[in-house]
Every structure is written in C-alpha cells, then in structure tokens.
C-alpha cells in the first residue's frame, strides 16, 4: 500500500516516538510510506535524526505549526492537500490534533477523486479536558465531531481513548480500534552493566545505594511535578536514602526549583534536563522507582518502558495508566492525591523484595502487548479492513 502519516510536530514526545516506529515497521514491510510532518520548534527537543537513513520518506511542512493560527494553518492545509494529490496514497493516517484536522479535512477533498482511499486518524490523547477552559473544549470537541465524518477508522493508544472520545459524540464505536503504542523493547529489556549504572548515578551525584524515584516529563503544566515535590516532604523526612530525578526541560524548570529550595529538598532533588530517548533505558534502570503524575495523557509511553526495565510504576489513575498499572505491576493513586501518593511511593522505598517483585511482573505484562509487530499488526488490520 500507499501509506501517509501525517503528525504536527517531530519533538521528543510519546506519539511522535510511535509514529516513527510505524513508518519504520509498514516501510519494512514493503509499503511505500511517506511521513509529512512540521518542524520542530519549541524546548521539547527534536527526534528528526531517527528520520535518517529509512526506507520511508519525509517531508517537511514549514507552516504546520502547534497553535491555532490562520496565517500558519490556511497555507499548512493547502500544502498538505497539494502532497496528498501528488502522492495519491491508499493511505492517509493522521497524528495530533493540529495534523489530524488539517490533514483528513485535506485528505477528505482529496477522496472525492479517489474513493478507495482511506481516512485513519491516531489517537494518542485528546485535545479536551477538565482542565482547560470550557469554551476551548467545546471548540476543540466541535472541530473533533466534523473531523470524525471523515475518518474511516480511528486507532487509540488506550482502550480509555475510545470511551472519552465516544462519550463525546465523537464518531462511532465500530472506527475504533486500539492498539497500544510500541516500543523497541530490546534496549529496555536487555540489562545495562552495573557500572554503567554507578556512573549514571555519579554523574548526577546520586549516591549508589539510594533509592531513586525518576520521573520522565516536560517540565510543563498538568505533568505534576509540583505533586511529586509536596509528597517529597514527608517522604525525606522518613527516608534517608531516597533522591527524586526529573528527567525533562520545559517553561516550569525555574518554578519547580523554587519549589523543592523553598520546601528544604534541594540536597534531594537532581534535573538532567533533555536527554536523548536512547538513554532511556539506562535512566530507567539506574533508578528503582518511576512515578508518573501526569494529568492528562492518553497512555504515558514511560510506563510500559518502566516495566520493560523490571521497575514498578507508580502513576495517577488517569486516562489509560490503569491499563497497564495495577496492583501487581505498581501503585495507582487518585489524581492530585498526595497522602495516596506519599503513601505509595513509602511502601516501595521501604521494601525491595515489592519493588522485584512488581517489577518483574510488570514486566511479562507489557513484553508482548507493547511490541512493535503487535502494534503494527493491527494497523495493517484496519488499513485492510472494508469501512464502517
């Protein structure tokens, strides 16, 4: 098949992560795939570099951008539409709220000519939430519902997509397919040397037989750094060898420091800023602990990557974290609940034995769920499969 994926941006980011991993596996194949895509502004960082050197192509859109603007938006459609009728796809598969709009609206124009081809939209987490303002969501949920009268299939990352998105008034049941968004597992799989470890830890002046409670987020809004560094209080009273790592930058670096300096921790805190995704693996396993406090997310990627390290996840009940974090492979908490928070991060810390224990549970859970061929697999399904 002629397969596009289009996505708003190539930052570090779960959802662009698993669309480069489908273009990768649909090009081995033996689809012809082509990924259309923004640059990548911003502090997030940029993953670009995995472009090089694969068996798909891609294509720069400079004026698809992030935020609405018309000045952006108006000549970012009219170039999508103006790729998708040279390439004449089977496929167009679109990424992101920005790109899932401008995209099908454009592949939709382009449908009237080619009735065989089909309209597929990823969700990997969704443009409306309680924390935004009304207004905004229902603008957002709007735009969503005309979107959703020409897509052909919708692929969720999280079973909890689909019923937020039906519960919406967002198209019907029968789009919906999930498949949970891969991960090359090899690297977090295969154990990183001890000493490797040690000097990971020494690097950000973690002693060696601490405890580490790592987080891997934007330094941004609705992340829930500021959750982590209150039960911090309570938990470095308790423990002395415990130290938290936020991995990540972002706009709330400075306010975050401030934060854990005004609350007495800054002996306890340590910030990498960005790093590469290929180091996550030895983050994730030069560390005993994730917690993820996310707000809003569709299914955070480092959560099954925890697992996959033989780490216990500890995150809020948000969106499709209960879908791989139950009481067998880490601790669910009740949003914005720090005294269930505290108490959950306190009962790994204190007990090895546990942290093993649900580690390697978490493990066998997610190996074959999260692989690339399974995700995939079911991509090529609904590609292949008549309309609904």
């Known amino acids: 098949m002629k397969i596009i994926h289009i996505i708003t941006r190539l930052i570090l980011g779960g959802a662009q992560e698993n669309t480069l991993i489908t273009c990768k596996e649909l090009a081995a194949r033996g689809h012809d795939v082509t990924l259309i895509t923004g640059p990548a502004l911003g502090p997030e960082g940029e993953l670009f570099v995995q472009t090089k050197n694969q068996k798909y192509k891609t294509i720069i859109v400079n004026s698809l951008r992030r935020q609405i603007n018309p000045v952006y938006d108006i000549p970012a459609y009219y170039k999508i539409k103006k790729l998708l009728k040279e390439i004449n796809p089977d496929i167009v598969h679109t990424h992101s709220a920005k790109a ?83 991960i090359e597992e090899e690297q977090f799989l295969n154990p990183i040397p001890q000493e490797q470890r040690n000097d990971f830890r020494k690097k950000y002046n973690i002693p060696e037989n601490a405890v580490v409670l ?21 938990l470095a009273r308790k423990f002395d060898n415990c130290f938290w790592l936020f991995v990540g930058n972002g706009i709330l670096k400075d306010t975050l420091q401030k934060q854990i300096a005004d609350s007495g921790l800054s002996d ?4 990498t800023g960005l790093l590469p995704v290929e180091q996550m693996p030895l983050v994730i396993q030069s560390s005993d602990i994730l917690v993820h406090c996310s707000l809003r997310e569709g299914l955070a990627r480092v959560l099954p990557q925890a697992m996959l390290c033989g780490r216990p996840a500890i995150s809020f009940d948000i969106d499709g974290a209960k879908e791989v974090v139950n009481s067998d492979t880490g601790r669910l908490v009740e949003p914005e609940n720090i005294r269930q928070l505290t108490n959950a991060c306190g009962q790994l810390i204190a007990d090895e034995e546990l942290r093993k224990k649900l580690g390697a549970n978490g493990r066998e859970f997610v190996k074959e769920k999260f692989a ?13 499969e008549p309309r609904q």
């Open 214 to 234: 790592v987080t891997v987020a934007r330094l941004f809004h609705l992340k829930g750094h500021e959750y982590i560094i209150e039960s911090a209080k309570e």
């Open 372 to 384: 690339p061929k399974t995700m995939v697999d079911i991509i090529e399904k609904v590609y292949s």
């Open 268 to 271: 306890r805190f340590r910030f």
């Open 100 to 182: 899932g709009i401008l995209g099908r609206c454009a592949a939709h124009q382009l449908k009237i000519q080619n009735s065989k081809l089909k309209i597929v939209h990823g969700v990997h987490g969704l443009s409306f939430h309680k924390y935004q303002n009304p207004l905004l969501n229902k603008f957002y949920i709007s735009a969503e519902r005309i979107a959703a009268e020409k897509t052909d299939a919708f692929i969720c990352v999280a079973d909890a997509m689909t019923e937020k998105s039906l519960a919406a008034g967002i198209g019907r049941s029968e789009q919906y397919t999930t498949a949970y968004s891969a």
